[in-house]
């Protein structure tokens, strides 16, 4: 299954859902692959992988240099990276004129979708090609939407905007759009106010992460997921109850 993290509002924590959620999937014995499709390379820095010494990357793999599999990076905290590079950003713009540009993700993807249980896609904070290729490809996007920031909630409705235009012009089936509270305080108005805000537009989270700002921060001072330095802490908890969710979604 191909699951896609994206929000176009950044500092939602949608790169520490990424890298928490494939740790905590790979946990489950599945065999999981995440993928950095944003070129600030995020997601790769949070995995600790050094961008200078991978060679092969995604920019690699949307220009047709080398296949998906030529770009992975294997076992890193149990799971496969394909990493981002800057030159991400000119691969984008490259793509605007080409035919069939929503779907070279998925076409590059397709070799490897039987070599894996779970493939996780991180996404830059707008809604640009980058992004619009791993929607097209996701069977189930995750929407992180920051307790602390009502912008976010502006964010995931130009999301499920989006998701609709996709389905209509392209004929693809609508994947799910499982929204995730992040930065949760329950004693903060604001919290519950964006909370009752999704629920009144039938995007009730799939769960709520804490605020642990601390243990984010030193997670990745370490470059280290969260799940793997405080496997036990409460927005792991949240984390691993999303990725049973997912799983439980993905049996039934």
């Known amino acids: 299954m191909i699951i896609t993290i994206s929000n176009q509002k950044g500092g939602v924590g949608k790169t520490t859902t990424a890298a928490n959620l494939a ?32 060679g092969v990357n995604l920019v690699d793999v949307l220009t047709g ?3 998906a ?32 540009r929503e779907r070279f993700l998925t076409d590059a993807l397709e070799p490897l979708i039987a070599e894996y249980d779970d493939i996780v896609l991180d996404t830059p904070p707008n809604l640009g090609l980058l ?27 130009e999301l499920r905007q989006t998701l609709g235009k996709l389905t209509d012009r392209l004929g693809a ?4 759009l499982m929204p995730v509270l992040t930065r949760w305080q329950p004693l903060r108005i604001s919290s519950r106010l964006i909370e009752q805000a999704l629920v009144v537009e039938n995007l009730r989270p799939a769960v709520r992460v804490p605020a642990r700002s601390a243990l984010f921060a030193r997670a990745a001072a370490a470059r280290v997921p969260l799940a793997v330095t405080a496997p036990d802490s409460a927005p792991i908890l949240a984390y691993d109850l999303l990725a049973e969710r997912i799983t439980e979604a993905i049996a039934r």
């Open 131 to 157: 992004t619009v290729n791993a929607l097209v490809a996701a069977k189930v996007v995750i929407a992180p939407v920051s307790a602390e920031d009502d912008a976010s909630l502006h964010g995931i409705r």
């Open 173 to 176: 089936p609508s994947p799910a």
């Open 65 to 67: 240099r080398a296949a």
């Open 23 to 54: 740790v905590l999937l790979a946990r489950q014995y599945r065999r999981v692959l995440v993928l950095d499709s944003d070129p600030q390379f995020a997601l790769t820095r949070q995995l600790g992988a050094e961008e200078r010494s991978l």
């Open 69 to 100: 599999a030529d770009a992975i990076v294997p076992d890193i905290h149990r799971v496969d990276l394909i990493a981002a590079a800057p030159a991400l950003a000119g691969v984008e713009m490259s793509l605007v004129g080409e035919l069939g």
